[in-house]
């Protein structure tokens, strides 16, 4: 997480003001974790609406990320700032990544 999430979102996953949504408690985040996954993966561009806010700021993928490294990504930030205890796999990462 410090390495490839941490400059924008912060360590403590409340992110940058208006410029960059947070982790910590995001519904955009925990309503759907394939769409995480595949941001994670691929970046995004675009308007999207975290917690009632609106945020229009370009995020980078990490196109290098191997699956297992993702779904410890994900593992970390859903234990951390989603709704409790989760561990993500491989298998499941690697099926939120399929086309």
């Known amino acids: 997480y410090m390495q490839y999430c941490a400059n924008c979102h912060q360590k403590d996953g409340t992110g940058l003001g208006l410029l960059i949504p947070p982790l910590k408690n995001a519904d955009y985040m925990l309503e759907d974790p394939a ?3 595949r941001t ?3 970046g995004l561009k675009g308007e ?3 917690n009632g806010q609106q945020y229009n700021q370009p995020m980078p ?3 290098a990320l191997k699956p297992i490294e993702i779904a ?4 970390y930030i859903f ?4 709704e409790g205890e989760i561990l993500y796999t491989v298998d499941e990462i690697t099926q939120f990544l399929a086309p």
């Open 35 to 37: 769409r995480t996954a």
């Open 72 to 75: 410890q990504l994900m593992t």
């Open 79 to 82: 234990s951390t700032w989603g």
């Open 40 to 42: 994670i993966r691929h």
């Open 61 to 63: 993928g990490n196109p």
């Open 48 to 50: 999207i609406v975290v």
